[in-house]
């Protein structure tokens, strides 16, 4: 009696084990000839030949399908499809890609053989057909990337995925997975991410600018080197100035009367006495040249200051900028000197 009720209890578990081991069955090879009228969705553009062919090439896919050899069922199913969209076609790849684990890419097919309703797939496929997508969903994750940069490209696993900004969400395998944004003048950021099946993480990928906006405006840097260049010019056009009153003092003085005399010379009273006027000359011819040189001095210092500040002024990455950051240029003008008084803050 006892070894009775173990045998029937045995044969319980079995036939348990063989239920839930039994393979997904495939759309009813009959289900392309309910195709509808024309103008349906999956009809457009298809004519009758085509159909036929895909029919054919659907049916030797459902021949591999029962054999069972998914693979080869897959590539049938996948070349009828390249003739004709019909959602069974949809379904039954799904379903031999559901034998073959692959689990992710049967949602996507599930989806497309249920966007249209019940009537290309018969009531009974159609629940089916719902059945297996959520059934499908539990073995699967899902990522929400939230990304707010304008022109961000987002990847996922090295596979474009979106542009932001934005919210975006998939649906991928439970694995380990990269999500990455980058964008021209941003620092490239990436985030790796373990999803197990059933599970949703959502992820930002804010991104920091990499280039931010320069200390100072361009035209800054710029400004101070043509202020050099400017005093520099300025300073050459006085140095011509000093030598004109220095050639002159020169022709005024060959004809002083004093180098007549060999005995003393031409003294300063002697030149005086002589033409009042050249030693004014002179003096001025002196004193333009000192301001001459001193505008070349001034300037060349202007002009490397400009030069630093461009070398300052490139762009570069910054947390943040300071209000205070600045230039300031105060033209400084005496008797013996001419330049420009430069002050930086940052």
């Not at 103008?39 to 009758?48: E, L």
């Not at 009828?80 to 689990?103: M, S, T």
């Not at 304008?150 to 380990?176: F, I, R, S, Y």
């Not at 050099?228 to 003085?253: E, K, P, W």
């Amino acid at each position: 009696m006892k070894a009775t009720n173990v045998s029937i209890f045995v044969g319980v578990i079995v036939c348990g084990l063989i239920a839930t081991r039994a393979p997904l069955h495939a759309q009813a090879v009959d289900a392309p000839n309910i195709a509808g009228s024309d103008d349906m969705p999956w009809n457009k553009g298809v004519n009758a030949d085509t159909r036929t062919a895909a029919r054919e090439v659907f049916l030797e896919g459902n021949r591999l399908f029962k054999i069972p050899l998914f693979s080869q069922a897959v590539e049938k199913y996948t070349e009828a499809l390249e003739k004709w969209k019909h959602p069974a076609f949809y379904f039954n790849l799904a379903i031999a890609q559901i034998n073959l684990g692959q689990y992710l890419e049967a949602r996507e097919n599930l989806e497309r053989a249920l966007q249209y309703g019940e009537e290309p797939l018969r009531a009974d496929r159609f629940q089916e057909a719902q059945k297996q997508l959520v059934e499908v969903q539990r073995h699967l994750g899902r990522i929400r990337v939230s990304c707010p940069n304008q022109g961000a490209e987002v990847t996922l696993d090295g596979v474009p995925l979106a542009m932001g900004p934005g919210n975006h969400e998939v649906w991928v395998k439970p694995q380990a997975h990269e999500v990455t944004a980058k964008a021209p003048e941003y620092v490239t950021q990436s985030k790796h991410v373990t999803i197990s099946p059933g599970e949703v993480k959502v992820l930002n990928v804010s991104l920091r600018k990499l280039i931010e906006d320069r200390p100072w405006a361009v035209w800054k840097p710029w400004a101070v080197v043509g202020s050099g260049v400017a005093i520099a010019a300025a300073g050459g056009v006085i140095h011509a100035l000093s030598a004109r009153d220095f050639t002159a003092y020169d022709n005024g003085f060959v004809k002083l009367p004093c180098l007549a005399t060999k005995m003393m010379g031409c003294t300063e009273q002697a030149i005086n006495d002589g033409d009042p006027h050249l030693s004014s000359v002179l003096s001025r011819a002196r004193l333009e040249q000192k301001i001459a040189v001193g505008g070349y001095i001034a300037g060349g210092a202007v002009i490397a200051a400009g030069v630093a500040l461009l070398y300052l002024n490139r762009p570069h990455l910054m947390e943040r900028e300071d209000p205070a950051a600045g230039i300031a240029m105060v033209p400084v003008v005496s008797a013996d000197m001419l330049g420009v008084l430069v002050t930086v803050s940052h």
